[in-house]
């Protein structure tokens, strides 16, 4: 089963990641390292990368056939999605040890959500 596995960050969490020493940094991209190999090697990493700042996306609408693309505003929310990975594991227990080791779950939030099969629509 796989699991979309969101991290996100608000200004608290944004806050302490600034005030971190360069080492405690380091610190925390190794973590990030360590379970990026320890994922792939299980075989359950299908995708990760972390997120460019919220303000360099683009919101995508289309209406009455045209697409009209531009900044935000986007969703006014205090949480900004930081990043993901798409894992492969056997049972949602699984997939919330593995991102129970993301550092964001201890000072902003990471999400843990099942995909769903939507091909049982299609002919």
């Known amino acids: 089963m796989k699991f979309l596995v969101l991290i996100y960050r608000n200004a ?12 405690e940094k380091r610190a925390g991209l190794r973590a990030y390292e360590a379970l990026n190999r320890d994922l792939a090697e299980s ?12 303000e360099t996306g683009k919101r ?8 009209v693309a531009g900044d935000g505003p ?3 929310v205090k949480e900004q999605l930081a990043g993901f990975y798409v894992l ?3 049972s949602v227990e699984r997939a919330v040890e593995c ?6 779950a201890s000072a902003g939030l990471v999400e843990v959500r ?6 049982v629509f299609l002919p």
């Open 74 to 76: 986007f969703a006014e």
């Open 12 to 23: 608290a969490s944004h806050e302490i990641w600034e005030r971190m020493a360069d080492d």
């Open 88 to 90: 492969e594991c056997d």
């Open 114 to 119: 099942p995909t769903q099969d939507l091909s």
């Open 60 to 67: 995508v609408l289309v209406r009455e056939g045209q697409v």
């Open 99 to 104: 991102a129970a080791r993301i550092p964001e």
């Open 43 to 54: 075989g359950e990493l299908v995708a990760s990368s972390s997120l460019a700042p919220p």
